[in-house]
């Protein structure tokens, strides 16, 4: 199970509430690196990356008012959704987690509210134990890592 609700349980750790609304790069990529799905930096990048995207064709769609850029905006929005969701649903196949096994409703649920959606995902990996992949159960629980 997730520990906890996406949104009412948003505040539960404060500190990974706080990461993942001020810098959901690094929140995303320390998830990933605990799942054992790559390293820190580069899923973080990649993240950064889509991000910056659709706010730079935002930008520039309200510099240039050209269309072209606004549909590059949700381009890169629904990528970042997409690439996103398929990294949670990989954490639900890998770790056995119950909830909907459908690749939409984890889009959707990062497209809505990302840093909600990562701090559920950081909450259930940090409360789990689970460290490069391996999940060790709430029994051996380190503190501090």
């Not at 997730?2 to 690094?26: H, I, Q």
Request: net charge neutral; with cysteine.
């Amino acid at each position: 199970m997730w520990e906890g609700e996406v949104v009412l349980d948003f505040m539960y750790d404060r500190r990974v509430a706080l990461e993942s609304a001020c810098c959901p790069c690094y929140r995303f990529g320390k998830n990933m690196k605990r799942a054992g799905f790559g390293y820190c930096l580069l899923q973080g990048t990649v993240y950064f990356i889509l991000l910056v995207s659709v706010f730079l064709n935002i930008l520039a769609f309200m510099v240039t008012d050209r269309i072209c850029f606004l549909y590059l905006a949700v381009a890169f929005t629904v990528s970042l959704g997409a690439y996103s969701g398929f990294f949670r649903m990989q954490i639900k196949r890998k770790f056995n987690i119950m909830g909907t096994d459908n690749l939409l409703d984890d889009c959707i649920y990062h497209l809505i509210c990302p840093c909600c959606t990562l701090s559920q995902e950081s909450r259930t990996l940090e409360m789990n134990n689970v460290q490069d992949g391996t999940w060790h159960g709430r029994g051996d629980i380190c503190i501090g890592s």
